[in-house]
């Protein structure tokens, strides 16, 4: 059997500002293909974490290995306002076939017939999907999302949700999703790691069955327990008739 | 409600189609003209003298007559020319030398303080000095337009270049591109909102340096022809050429204006409408 090396390993890594350490001796590995969602209070160093091995920001001490094929989804799309989509999509590409390959990755995320639009004309969800098809059609070994369903209303969150897993499985990169929403970690990870003050608090390994759904059995326990690492505290969970039979699904 | 509404249009319609309503730009004009027939009438009169001002008819009569004997022709071309060639000149040092200090730290250290200084310097106090330099010919008058339009060019285009959205920078970072890639893709398309509106200055800045100049030493250009008829005291040719100037200046607005339509397609507000 082919030894799988992970692509994401951190060793004792550390991050200071002048005397605060924001990422203080962590340690991390994310196996191939793996999703992993990162969740922790504002200012315990999960973007800072995430802007490390996007090779945006460089650390103090420790070892950090990361594949050469990355690509970021921040949570603002940050195309460039004067490329069409296609072009957004394979900016920094170097490849022959650059417009097929646009054309497909667009596809993918369902904007075949938005090829030409400038990015102003795109609505929030429709320039996220663009932002996705960019990192995708690298091809990554480690996708890495910065929020990017924060800024996104709640009916096109879910499908991007949908969206996201659909494409992870089609193209199987490892991903590192950071996010302030516990549902949403639980939703998509495999892993759901919890930050604070730049180190892991703690790391739960999601067994739920997918398609996942708050309602299914299981997700309560493990979100009350997520919410209480992140000092929120949560009654006993109920899961409710109404919870039961108006059942989000979150992807299919 | 809706009901309410409907019954409260029913009521005003009808009357206002009963009466018959100017159309806005016929309005519009009705001031100016009603303006120029009292000007036309108290010239006629006598109440305006024509060395005060020239009467209407009188100076559509000499425009008529300057434009078929080509004299308006030429001396139109000539400051015309005079202005391009100022401004193409004083256009492209502003922009290398925006680009050199816009787009390296040490290229900012050595250009951006002197340009800061001698940017403060009103270009039309230059003349005395200009005119010892290099004498009452072509080449000062072209000098004080190229002073003239560097500036506005320059910083425009370096803030431009300057206060690019980190967050794009970043972005393209992380999708590899390298620094000339970074240049072209990016830092040029995103400074060029920011350079047009320097141009835009530079135009209006060439066109007063262009009236400025052409009062010293021309024998040719719509600043001799104002000049000229000044010491003939010709108020219509004088009314004439403060025209031009302002149709020039119109028109090369026009221009940039639909070089921008094309540069910037991508900006919100051409792509929306």
Same mark, same amino acid.
């Given at each position: 059997? &082919?030894?799988?090396?992970?692509?994401?390993?951190l060793?004792?890594?550390?991050?200071?500002?002048?005397?605060q350490?924001?990422?203080?001796?962590?340690d991390?590995?994310?196996? #191939?293909?793996?999703?992993?969602a990162?969740?922790?209070?504002?200012?315990?160093? =999960?973007?800072?974490? @995430?802007?490390?091995?996007?090779?945006?920001?460089?650390?103090d001490?420790?070892?950090?290995?990361?594949?050469?094929?990355?690509?970021?989804?921040?949570?603002?799309?940050?195309l460039?306002?004067?490329?069409?989509?296609?072009?957004n999509v394979?900016?920094?590409?170097?490849?022959?076939?650059?417009?097929?390959?646009?054309?497909?990755?667009?596809?993918e995320?369902?904007?075949?017939?938005?090829?030409?639009?400038?990015?102003?004309?795109?609505?929030?969800?429709?320039?996220?999907?663009?932002?996705?098809? +960019?990192?995708?059609?690298?091809?990554? =070994?480690?996708?890495?999302?910065?929020? &990017?369903?924060?800024?996104?209303?709640?009916?096109?969150?879910? =499908?991007?949700?949908?969206?996201?897993?659909?494409?992870? +499985?089609?193209? !199987?990169?490892?991903?590192?999703?950071?996010?302030h929403?516990?549902?949403?970690?639980?939703?998509?990870?495999?892993?759901?790691i919890?930050?604070?003050?730049?180190?892991?608090?703690?790391?739960?390994?999601? *067994?739920?069955?997918?398609?996942?759904?708050?309602?299914?059995?299981g997700?309560q326990?493990?979100?009350?327990?997520?919410?209480?690492?992140?000092?929120?505290?949560?009654?006993?969970?109920?899961?409710?008739?109404?919870?039961?039979?108006?059942?989000?699904?979150a992807?299919? | 409600?809706?009901? !309410?509404?409907?019954?409260?249009?029913?009521?005003?319609?009808?009357?206002?189609?009963?009466?018959?309503?100017?159309?806005?730009?016929?309005?519009?004009?009705?001031?100016?003209?009603?303006?120029? /027939? @009292?000007?036309?009438?108290?010239?006629q009169?006598?109440?305006?003298?024509?060395?005060?001002?020239?009467?209407?008819?009188?100076?559509?009569?000499?425009?008529?007559?300057?434009?078929?004997?080509?004299?308006l022709?030429k001396?139109?071309?000539?400051?015309?020319?005079?202005?391009?060639?100022?401004?193409?000149i004083?256009v492209?040092?502003?922009?290398?030398?925006?680009?050199v200090?816009?787009?390296?730290?040490?290229?900012?250290?050595?250009?951006?303080? &002197?340009m800061?200084?001698?940017?403060?310097?009103?270009?039309?106090?230059?003349? #005395? @000095?200009?005119?010892?330099?290099?004498?009452?010919?072509?080449?000062? =008058?072209?000098?004080?337009?190229?002073?003239?339009? !560097?500036? #506005?060019?320059?910083?425009?285009?370096?803030?431009?270049i300057?206060?690019?959205? #980190?967050?794009?920078?970043?972005?393209?970072? !992380?999708?590899?591109?390298?620094?000339?890639?970074?240049?072209?893709?990016?830092?040029?398309?995103?400074?060029? &909102?920011?350079?047009?509106?320097?141009?835009?200055?530079?135009?209006?800045?060439?066109?007063?340096? /262009?009236?400025?100049?052409?009062?010293?030493?021309?024998?040719?250009?719509?600043?001799?022809?104002?000049?000229?008829?000044? *010491?003939?005291?010709?108020? *219509?040719?004088?009314?004439?050429c403060?025209?031009?100037?302002?149709?020039?200046? /119109?028109?090369?607005?026009?221009v940039?204006?639909?070089?921008?339509?094309?540069?910037?397609?991508?900006?919100?507000?051409?792509v +929306?409408?």
């Open positions: 059997m &082919p030894h799988l090396e992970a692509p994401v390993q060793r004792n890594v550390v991050r200071q500002f002048g005397q350490r924001v990422i203080d001796g962590l991390l590995d994310i196996a #191939p293909g793996e999703f992993v990162l969740l922790g209070a504002s200012g315990s160093g =999960k973007t800072t974490l @995430l802007r490390s091995l996007a090779g945006l920001d460089s650390i001490s420790g070892q950090l290995r990361v594949p050469k094929a990355r690509a970021a989804v921040f949570q603002e799309p940050r460039m306002p004067w490329k069409r989509a296609w072009k394979v900016l920094g590409l170097h490849v022959a076939d650059a417009k097929a390959r646009a054309v497909q990755a667009l596809t995320v369902g904007l075949a017939h938005r090829l030409d639009a400038y990015p102003a004309t795109l609505s929030g969800g429709e320039a996220q999907r663009v932002a996705l098809a +960019r990192g995708l059609v690298r091809e990554p =070994k480690l996708l890495l999302l910065d929020e &990017p369903f924060a800024a996104l209303d709640a009916l096109t969150r879910i =499908k991007m949700h949908r969206l996201i897993i659909e494409l992870w +499985r089609k193209h !199987t990169p490892a991903v590192l999703l950071v996010t929403d516990v549902d949403e970690a639980i939703l998509l990870a495999d892993r759901v919890v930050l604070e003050n730049g180190k892991i608090a703690e790391q739960l390994t999601i *067994d739920l069955p997918r398609a996942r759904d708050p309602g299914q059995a997700f326990a493990i979100r009350s327990r997520l919410l209480g690492l992140l000092g929120v505290e949560v009654s006993a969970p109920t899961v409710g008739l109404a919870q039961a039979t108006l059942r989000r699904f992807h299919a | 409600m809706t009901e !309410t509404l409907s019954i409260n249009k029913r009521d005003v319609q009808p009357t206002a189609k009963r009466r018959w309503r100017t159309p806005d730009a016929v309005l519009r004009l009705l001031s100016p003209v009603v303006l120029l /027939l @009292l000007w036309e009438l108290a010239s009169a006598g109440w305006i003298p024509a060395r005060v001002i020239a009467a209407p008819s009188q100076i559509g009569g000499t425009l008529w007559a300057m434009i078929v004997s080509g004299e022709g001396h139109l071309l000539v400051s015309l020319q005079r202005a391009l060639f100022g401004l193409g004083g492209s040092i502003g922009v290398a030398a925006a680009l200090s816009g787009l390296s730290r040490r290229g900012e250290v050595i250009l951006d303080s &002197p800061q200084m001698l940017r403060t310097i009103p270009s039309l106090a230059l003349v #005395p @000095l200009f005119i010892l330099w290099f004498g009452i010919g072509e080449f000062t =008058k072209i000098a004080l337009i190229v002073t003239g339009t !560097t500036f #506005p060019v320059y910083l425009n285009l370096f803030a431009g300057r206060n690019i959205d #980190p967050k794009l920078i970043e972005a393209a970072n !992380t999708l590899g591109l390298n620094r000339r890639e970074l240049i072209w893709h990016v830092i040029l398309p995103g400074s060029l &909102p920011s350079f047009f509106v320097g141009l835009r200055y530079a135009l209006g800045i060439s066109w007063l340096a /262009l009236v400025f100049v052409e009062q010293i030493n021309t024998t040719a250009g719509i600043g001799f022809l104002a000049g000229d008829a000044r *010491d003939f005291m010709r108020t *219509d040719v004088i009314v004439i403060l025209l031009i100037y302002s149709v020039l200046g /119109l028109l090369i607005d026009g940039i204006r639909t070089l921008e339509r094309f540069a910037l397609a991508w900006r919100p507000s051409f +929306r409408n």
